[in-house]
């Protein structure tokens, strides 16, 4: 399936913790999307934004890439943000447009080494997107870090190990500084840092807080990766642009 725009549907929806949603999308023509693990899509909310711009959001599929027709995405509701509400708020049946799949962040096909996913935050999504995906069924090992703050009512620990493969280990670190803590991106290299010496990993793959991603690249560079090995995605806080 080529990438461009299509109609979609929200085929089902269902509370995630407080402040969060999940939700089955399909497209209205019945096609495939066509995408990879670790891929997301860009949602056009309807809304229009003070300066006349549509808001257009991403969100990763948490779902297996073995299904294609219907995918799954969690959004979490951002204050009064605009597209997060409207996802958070939508009726079941309810049309809206999308583009996609986009993004880089994703195991190659055929993947067969040890492979580190990284996650901030709602970067879970991304990261259960690559753990499910055909092509980390290959990998020798694929060991998953995500880093949340206590509290966070996004979707919770219990929904993630439902939906990992068993061969994937995961490892919480639930007491994680707040988003914007200026000791997070120290904290979350330490944490790589001691992942890391338990041996070399043949790819990283990061999502979440770009404040953080950032840094643990530089870091699992400094500490070995070779160049290219670590891809990132970062859905906040992006040092190299504005948010969408
Ligand atoms: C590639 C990609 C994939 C994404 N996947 C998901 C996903 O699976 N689930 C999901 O809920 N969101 C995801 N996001 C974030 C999403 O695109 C929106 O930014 C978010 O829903 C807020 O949009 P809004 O219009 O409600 O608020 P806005 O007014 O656009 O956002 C308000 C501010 O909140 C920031 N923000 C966004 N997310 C967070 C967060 N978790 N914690 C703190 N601040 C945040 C935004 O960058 C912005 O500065 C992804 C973003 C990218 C770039």
Known sequence: MAQGSAKIRIAHAEPLGQGARLLRVERVDGAELGFAGGQYVIINTGVTLPGGKLAKRAYSMLSSDAEQRAVEIAVKRIGAGPGSNVLNDIAVGAELEWSGPWGKLRLPPGFSGRALVIATDTGITAALGIARSAAAAGAAQLDLLWLVEPGETFVSEAFVRERLPAAVRL???????????????????????????????????????????????????????????????????????KSL
């Open 171 to 241: 490892t919480v670190a639930g007491d994680f500084l707040p988003v914007g803590h200026p000791e997070r991106p120290a904290r979350a290299c330490a944490l790589v840092g001691d992942h890391v010496a338990a041996g070399p990993y043949d790819a990283a793959l990061c999502a979440g807080d770009g404040a953080v991603i950032y840094p643990v690249r530089d870091r699992l560079a400094s500490l070995g990766a070779p160049e290219g090995s670590v891809l990132l995605e970062s859905f906040f806080n992006n040092p190299m642009k």
